[in-house]
């Protein structure tokens, strides 16, 4: 929302993958680094045998170095330790194993994240009363098809929102 003045979630889709009392959990989806797949595999000692061109995704300003792999569930990772499905699809897991196992043979629906965005107790219910973020259910379509530099608008549209309608205002959205 408008209000949020902190840059590194401007305009911003966050899918959350835990919350509880003791904070909140998640990883932006809609921001790229100039980080390729090969390149970062390459660091970690994994051959990557995707495209060159695959993109290394910004998921937040907490611990940059810690990477994540986010996964169509029609592709469960066999081993995926700590793997997570997240809803209507989507998987999330945060091991060097499953990068191992994605870098090998890269499925169609996959994002690899560095980073991730986190809350302190109450901080995101505080944000949420204060207005500053909309909610949408999970979707794999998002996650995986639409690109990055329009999922903004697409999420806030498929709330039936124009997104030039949007104004800084207190309250749940």
Do not use: K
Request: contains cysteine; proline residues 6%; glycine residues 12%.
């Amino acid at each position: 929302m408008p209000q949020l003045l902190d840059p590194n979630f401007h305009r911003a889709v966050v899918m959350l993958v835990h919350h509880d009392g003791s904070g909140t959990f998640g990883v932006v989806l809609n921001r790229t680094t100039e980080l390729t797949a090969p390149s970062l595999c390459s660091t970690l000692e994994i051959e990557w045998r995707g495209e060159r061109e695959d993109e290394i995704y910004w998921g937040g300003p907490v611990d940059p170095q810690t990477g994540w792999v986010l996964f169509d569930a029609a592709n469960l990772i066999e081993g995926a330790e700590g793997g997570t499905q997240l809803g209507e699809g989507v998987c999330i897991a945060g091991s060097l194993e499953v990068l191992r196992q994605v870098a090998g043979d890269p499925p169609v629906h996959l994002r690899v994240l560095l980073g991730y965005a986190g809350w302190g107790p109450g901080q995101l219910e505080a944000e949420l009363v204060e207005g500053s973020w909309l909610i949408a259910p999970v979707s794999r379509e998002v996650v995986f098809e639409v690109d990055a530099s329009a999922m903004w608008e697409h999420v806030v549209r498929s709330l039936g929102i124009e997104p030039a309608s949007l104004v800084a205002t207190r309250g749940v959205h």
